[in-house]
């Protein structure tokens, strides 16, 4: 039997219509599986009642993941060095109806990181999910970085994170069951100019973290790395700035705050516990970071040269103090400035992002 086309058609036999019509059948299952995977209706994690356990979570991105954790029934538990942040934070967060537990604790210190597991554990029961997502931001031109702020930014970023996991990880894997999502950055796949030991401690996480899914994906534990790019929490006035401060600040306010730059933080947040419900391997936030990410990936020397030729337009380096960025916006009275950063201010003032933490300013 063979179906004749018109002239000029192409002959198909019986053989190879069946053979169509087979690609066109798998073609089909594979974007119904895409899609009941993107919706959560395949392999999908109930948070009810589940252990969550988050750093850096009186404020900002965390502050939001604890909020968003706590509405979908989770019993949450946050972390953070201010007392003072933790009581705020959590009055705001009980308004979601449910209980959270606030923990002080440095996430740079190992006995205080182990302390805050065996009282998280002891408190709600086994920790579920672990979301290490405590960071800081030091901006500045590697003239003005010294061998502290990268010692800093690794135990903050690679050696706060490594604590957690390695905290948790053996009763995860006894119970074959866990889930450890890692916050990493875009800053993480390239390296941005006046970033470099923010980018240095994210790239060493990266590495732990896609490594760590390799070995235990197996056993029953699984590792989300999250990719943000740009979001807009405000947390630029969280960062410290050296050199030519109210240039650096400027440059990078801008940057965390324009709409076609950054990503609303919110909206980042329900991303985040979506790809924790899929236990997505690595979900990148923003189409710009996803852009930055492929590009990078296809022409890393391009990138290279590219990056290069950002830092030619950045600020040269300047002989000033390291700064918080509130302190520094102070510096700035132009009216179109503040105008920019609108949207950066009122998410600073919803997400917590009221006042620096000021142990690291110098």
Known sequence: MAVVCPPGGVHLNWKNRKSLLWLAAAGSA?????????????????????????????????????????????????????????????QELERTGREVYPIRCDVSDREQVDRMVQDVTQYYGPIDILINNAGIMEVA???????????????????????????????????????????????????????????????????????????????????VTVVPGFMRTGSYRQAFFAGNQKEEFEWFALGATMPLVSMNAERAAREIVRAVRRGDAQPILSLPANMAGRFHGLFPGLTNTLLAWTNAIL????????????????????????????????????????????????
């Open 30 to 90: 594979f974007c119904a599986y895409q899609l009941a995977r993107r919706t959560g209706a395949l392999n999908s994690l109930d948070l009810k009642n589940k252990v969550v356990l988050i750093t850096g979570g009186s404020r900002g991105l965390g502050f939001l993941l604890a909020r968003e954790f706590a509405r979908s029934g989770a019993r949450v538990a946050f972390c953070a060095r201010s007392a003072e942040e933790l009581r705020t934070a959590q």
């Open 315 to 362: 600020p040269s380096p300047g002989p000033g103090r390291f700064a918080k960025g509130e302190e520094v916006e102070q510096q700035i009275d132009s009216p179109l400035f503040k105008k920019a950063t609108a949207l950066g201010t009122e998410a600073a003032r919803r997400y917590q992002e009221k006042e620096a933490d000021p142990s690291f300013a110098r």
């Open 141 to 223: 031109p590697i003239q003005t970085m010294d061998l502290e702020n990268f010692e800093r930014a690794m135990k903050v970023m690679f050696w706060g994170p490594l604590y957690a996991i390695n905290a948790v990880l053996p009763s995860m894997l006894a119970r074959r069951s866990g889930t450890i999502v890692n916050i990493t950055s875009i800053g993480g796949k390239l390296s941005f100019p006046h970033l470099l030991p923010y980018s240095s401690a994210k790239f060493a996480l990266m590495g732990l973290s896609e490594g760590l899914h390799a070995e235990v994906r197996n056993q029953g534990v699984r590792v």
